[in-house]
C-alpha cells in the first residue's frame, strides 16, 4: 500500500468494480491516451476487476483511492527495467479526478516507494506527446526527456510520439 495526502493506492477488491467502471474504466476521456478501451457493461466491468485481481497479485500495480470517500478513482503502478531503474507502469484517474493535484501525488508516491523499496537510483516516466498535462507534470518534477518514438495506437490507428523521460533518484 501506497499512501498520499489525499489518496491510497491499494490492490483491488472485487467491490471495486463499480467504481471502477463509473469513474475510470466506461469514460472515454480516462482511455484517451491509454492501450485499452472502455468498458461498456457492468458485466464486463466485474470480469475486468477480476482480471485486475488475478494480475495484481504478479504486479505492483494499484488502483488508487480517494481517502475522504473511499472510492476507487484509478491506478497507477511502476515495474523495475533495470537493476535499480524503475518505471510508472500507468498512471489513470477518472475525469471527475483530474486537475486536483492527484497526478502529482501519484507520481511522488510511486518514486518514493520505488526509492524506499527497491533502492531505486532512476525512475522513468512516460508520455504522448500530446497529453499535455503528463508532459508538465514530468517537467516539474525536474525529469528529463530522454527519448521519443513514434507508435501507433492500436485502438484506432492514431500516430502519436511516446516521449520518455528519467529522473536520477
Known amino acids: ?29 480516462s482511455a484517451r491516451y491509454m492501450e485499452w478501451t472502455i468498458t461498456t457493461s457492468e458485466e464486463a466491468a466485474k470480469i475486468r476487476i477480476t482480471k485486475t485481481i488475478i494480475f495484481q497479485k504478479e504486479h505492483d500495480t494499484y488502483l488508487v483511492y480517494e481517502k475522504t470517500s473511499g472510492k476507487a478513482i484509478g491506478f497507477a503502478g511502476v515495474e523495475k527495467i533495470e537493476p535499480f531503474i524503475y518505471q510508472e507502469a500507468g498512471i489513470c484517474l477518472g475525469p471527475n479526478y483530474v486537475g486536483k493535484g492527484f497526478g502529482r501525488q501519484i507520481l511522488q508516491g510511486l518514486i518514493q516507494y520505488c526509492r524506499e523499496q527497491f533502492g531505486a537510483k532512476e525512475f522513468i516516466y512516460s508520455a504522448r506527446d500530446e497529453n499535455t498535462a ?24 492514431h500516430q502519436y510520439n511516446l516521449l520518455r523521460y528519467s529522473l536520477k533518484l
Open 1 to 29: 500500500m501506497i499512501e498520499t495526502e489525499s489518496l491510497i493506492l491499494d490492490k483491488a477488491k472485487f467491490s471495486d468494480w463499480a467504481g471502477m467502471y463509473h469513474n475510470v474504466w466506461s469514460q472515454p476521456e
Open 134 to 157: 503528463s508532459n508538465r507534470l514530468a517537467k516539474s518534477f525536474g525529469f528529463s526527456l530522454i527519448s521519443s518514438a513514434a507508435k501507433t495506437d492500436s485502438k484506432d490507428g
